[in-house]
């Protein structure tokens, strides 16, 4: 079996590490998680289609008898209709009876307060931790690394700010050799 070589880099002050046998970092992709983006975002979010059929999803399942089968209908990825058996228990029951108490309004109320409350706790917690940058991507190369760089900028992750490469070479963590 080949020989692990662990790679230890110091970013902000704390540490990430990554194994390999087989490849050799150079450079690694770091960035901040952008909390503030995320409130902001929490905060402005709209009821959408999706929030409805949750709605209409629980509105029905709050009308089900426990332990009584009926037919469920949904429409898969690709938007075909399917079905499948199903029953309910009470407690399912009880806590869709929850969720639908005051109607899609109390519904999206209750949601919304969820999605802002768990946003706030992640600012939180990154403005307590001093908003830390984070390895997001280890690349074999700094062509690759700017490739990924693009992609957490706002690209295909998009939740990043304060992006950028640094060399694997100058933010290595000393090895302590014995002697």
Known sequence: ???????????????NSRESSTRSYTHVVVGRLDVAGMLAKALSKTPGKDDREDFEFWLDM?????GVEYTRTYKDNLGRAR?????????????AKAKVVGGFDGFWGRRMAKSVGAAQERFDAAQAAGFPRTVLQWSMSEANAQKGAGQWRGGRY???VDVSVLAVADILKPVAIAA
């Open 158 to 160: 998009g939740q990043y």
């Open 83 to 95: 079905s499948y058996q199903n029953t309910e228990t009470a407690e399912r029951i009880e806590e």
């Open 62 to 66: 709050s009308s089900r008898q426990p």
């Open 1 to 15: 079996m080949a020989k692990r070589t662990k790679l230890i880099v110091i970013v902000d002050g704390i540490e």
